[in-house]
């Protein structure tokens, strides 16, 4: 009995180190094996292991979308959070950061064509610079588009700034040099400017509360700096260069967990953060606004057509127009919004705003169709044969008196698919629009929390909405005349 | 020469044959009474008559616009009987999103394309006439049950057309009202117009009618001067309704 006890203690596996990471970031951090898709490479997954193997654990992986590893790691889902993660001054003031264990540059990346055009940010004035949203890149972008005058575009992912780059909807993408070599090997004909933009620093990030892991991290990554592990790891990758020493040097001499000066500075005041972040909250809510009414109008043009076409058109014209709407509506709108942005870009290069437009109208159009459907077939019978008698065309029966008395009985969905849509709004952030959701996200992500910018984000969504609901109650009281 | 011929109009609805070979005259400034049971196919004649309904066999001839049987009448054909035929429903069927007046200048607006100013003054002057010119600006959903009536009317007649049908317009109405709808539709006939009237109302009919056709199991029974038909019924199927009028 107590031999079996005893066999199953040292069997039992070691405790996990659950570490969470975007293998959608790709190499060389964290990838998908091609030889086994099951296993992951990269040289993060490197340092991970690194790190569970001085900590005595069994790293696990837990895969985590890039932009949201900082709250998952904070409500505890992994022990520790590492994909490239920057090392900024808002991120450790809400989490543990550990040292820095790799030094990047933000580099700027152009066409080869402006090889001697564009070699500064100075130099890109009134053109469109691309990055990943919420990074040290970002933030430097937004501060050009004040000083310099460049145009910034957001994405969410690091591949797509790059196609788009070589396409020409932008004119230059700056990211970090590791990201930037990368996709040199993968998309031809751009060039990557040697001069550095600014240093970044990736770290390991963990909870606030778990400060004394963070400690024990720090000893392990200054003992595999010594040691020679990190440079193996590094040179693996094909990412170590002059700069590492360095960082190693100033690391693992300071002995302190203290990060190099130059990339930890002293987080600035939280309340002067949310004021600057105001006017940006405004305009998105613009782009928001404007862009969802915009759609609607799409959206209710074309569902009017489709509707029509489906209560009088022939059978063929039925049958197509039945199509349509099941395919839209059976779809995901954000697929719809990568094939019109990505999927049609050899075709046609839509500009962002359009594709969303688009994307957004058509999908819609789809469920407004079916409520005027509904509607038309509403209208009682007797109205359209009151009608035919005094001689209206059919054409007349639909405009004058069947469409407004069905569009009456439609506007209160209507209404209801015009606020969905305004929340929908927020998914067009995948193609570079910044609209109101995807700048409240930034937001959260440089000032490292959720909760301010989450309230503000929802006040300026009923503002938006409520007045419409509003609007939409008063004109169904105007023509529900009341009864006598 | 009369406004309408009917000859052998024959229309069924599944196995049942609602229609079974009505055969009927009307001449100008008549005022015609279509009298029968209830499911005896006067609505479904006047229907036929304004093209709301196809039929299976014989022809309607309205002022030389002929119908015939089958699915739909050619468009032409169509365009041409709207002008000659109005028809004003049991249930008015006022276009509930227009007020009063926007009902009756809907057609001449759209269909006649006469200009606004004198189709407005039109519509007001058919609405006084029908006595609802101060409900110009009411809703349907405003107006009571003879209001909404008039209004209908007016619609109906905003076109001038030589034949208005009017189905069971004597229905809820209170005896002073249907005097008084007796007396407008007789003056609507003063300048050659012809009424075809369907009614259960036999009173009605000898008071203000020149003349009564009745419709029983989908034929025409009898037929003749409205006060001698109803005061000495022969057929039995007119004496029936006479009795039914008096329970």
Redesign the interface.
Known sequence: MIVALLLMLLTSPPPELRWGGDAEGGAPFVEADPNDVSKLRGFDVEVAQAIAKGLGREPRFVQVAFTAIDQSVARGDFDIGMSGVELTPARCAELACSDPYFEFHEVLTVREADRNRFTTLASLRGHRVGTLAGTIAYERLVEAQQQDGISVVSYDDDVHPYEDLSEGRLDAVLLDNIIAARSMRRVSGLYTQPVPVVAGHYTVVLAKSNAALRDRINEILRARMKDGTLERIYRDWQIWDSYQPALFARVSGAGSTEAPATSKPAAPDRGAIILRYIPALLRASVITIVLSCAAMALAILLGVAIASGRVYGNPLVRALLATYVEVVRGTPVLLQLFVLYYGLSSVIRLPAFIAALLGLGLNYAAYESEIYRGALEAV?R??L????????TER?VLT??RG??AF?LALAPMTNDFVALLKDSSLVSVITVVELTKQTSIFATNIGSWAIPGAMCAALYLILSLPLSRLAGRLELR?K???? | MSILTIENLRLSRGTREVLRGVTLRAERGELVALMGLSGGGKTTVLRSVAALEPFDAGTIDVDNVVLRPGPIAPRATLRELRKHVGMVFQLHYLFDHLTAIQNVMLAPLHVAKAARAETEARAMKLLESLGVAHRRDAYPRELSGGEAQRVAIARAMAMDPPLLLMDEPTASLDPARRNELGETLVELTRDGRTLIVTTHDDDFAKDFATRVIILADGEVVEEGNAREVLTNPRHAATKRLLQKSVL
Do not use: H, I, M
């Open positions: 009682p007797g109205q044969e009151a009608a035919r008698t005094l001689g209206l007349q004058l008196v407004p008395q009456r023509w005349a009341p009864s006598a």
